[in-house]
Nanobody, 126 residues
Framework: VQLQASGGGLVQAGGSLRLSCAASGGTFSSNTMGWFRQRPGEEREFVVAVRWSDRKTMYEDSVKGRFTISRDNARTTVYLQMSNLKPEDTAVYYC????????????????????WGQGTQVTVSS
């Protein structure tokens, strides 16, 4: 599976962006997919993950109510709709996937994901 993330850019605080993650060699069906981000000088951190088998979704607390994950009908592209963006959302955003249906407590674990996209830069100006 290869993942291609896109949609990043520069936006003012309070604005919105939609990130996309396109998969080749597989679909987003019976697996787990996540978005992570990495701020300059910091560790990569969890943002949101969804277990497609039952659509259970976990959001990191700071993005709840602002970010929404979804996928297209063909199950080959996953989206991260980001609204009311804040300067602290500035980071490189990565999509990741595993063919396994992860247990709830593992949804945010970076080590559980097998395939990663290349990252897309999101910059939010104040």
């Amino acid at each position: 599976v290869q993942l291609q993330a896109s949609g990043g850019g520069l936006v003012q605080a309070g604005g919105s962006l939609r990130l996309s993650c396109a998969a080749s060699g597989g679909t987003f069906s019976s697996n787990t997919m996540g978005w992570f981000r990495q701020r300059p000088g910091e560790e990569r951190e969890f943002v949101v993950a969804v277990r497609w088998s039952d659509r259970k979704t976990m959001y990191e607390d700071s993005v709840k109510g602002r970010f929404t994950i979804s996928r297209d009908n063909a199950r080959t592209t996953v989206y991260l709709q980001m609204s009311n963006l804040k300067p602290e959302d500035t980071a490189v955003y990565y999509c990741a996937i595993t063919r396994r249906s992860l247990i709830w407590s593992s949804l945010g674990s970076i080590s559980e994901y097998d395939y990663w996209g290349q990252g897309t830069q999101v910059t939010v100006s104040s």
